[in-house]
């Protein structure tokens, strides 16, 4: 196999164990069992289960936001984003019971971060801003973003994923570009 496709496997075992158990009770030998593949392999591939675990987000988050990275797309991501997580969402669950909040968020910050933050540069592309102006308003953003991700997923994912960014959209519409131009008249 493959390092990519060996990654993929340990991967996709860790999901079906966590269909089956909470991920505190899921170990090493366990992802190895299920998998195929010794101890070694998994450790030549993973330090441990929470490097695995934040593989798998990066992963999961960058192909459901691939394509949607621009101003006009921007909301097709979001809503991947949300897809992927309710698809997901044994392993979602249990990474939110289990794994420390500060790591969770610091993953979800930066995945949005990286989102608002080419966007920020796809509008401003013609003006001159401050990277520290740049960084202020993607950083704005994306503690909305992400409040209402964990809101969603806190409150069982029940409000429509598409409801919530119709309105998170009608509520920016135009602030993103306000923003920058206040960046921009105070450089």
């Known amino acids: 196999m ?12 860790f999901k079906e164990l966590l269909l ?6 899921i170990t090493v030998n366990d992802i190895t069992e299920k998998c195929g593949i010794n101890r ?6 993973f330090h ?42 044994a392993f979602i669950i ?7 909040k500060d790591y969770l968020y610091r993953y979800l910050y930066k995945v949005t971060y990286k989102l608002l933050y080419d966007v920020l540069e796809e ?33 069982g994912m029940k409000g429509d994923p598409k409801v919530i960014i119709e309105k998170l959209n009608s509520m920016i519409q135009g602030s993103f570009s306000n923003a920058i131009n206040n960046a921009k008249m105070n450089k």
Request: charge should be negative; include cysteine.
């Open 48 to 89: 441990d289960i929470l490097e695995l675990t934040e593989w798998i987000c990066e992963e999961d988050a960058e192909r459901a936001i691939k394509e949607n990275k621009t101003y006009d797309t921007w909301q097709e991501g979001y809503l991947a984003i949300f897809e992927m997580i309710k698809k997901d969402q």
């Open 2 to 13: 493959s390092k990519a496709t060996t990654k993929i496997a340990i991967a996709y075992a």
């Open 123 to 155: 509008k401003a592309h013609d003006v001159v801003i401050k990277e520290e102006d740049k960084v202020f308003i993607a950083n704005f953003y994306k503690y909305g973003f992400v409040g209402l991700v964990l809101e969603w997923i806190d409150t």
């Open 94 to 100: 249990n990474i939110y019971r289990n794994v420390p």
């Open 40 to 45: 070694q392999t998994f450790y030549y591939h």
């Open 20 to 25: 089956e158990k909470s991920l505190d009770k």
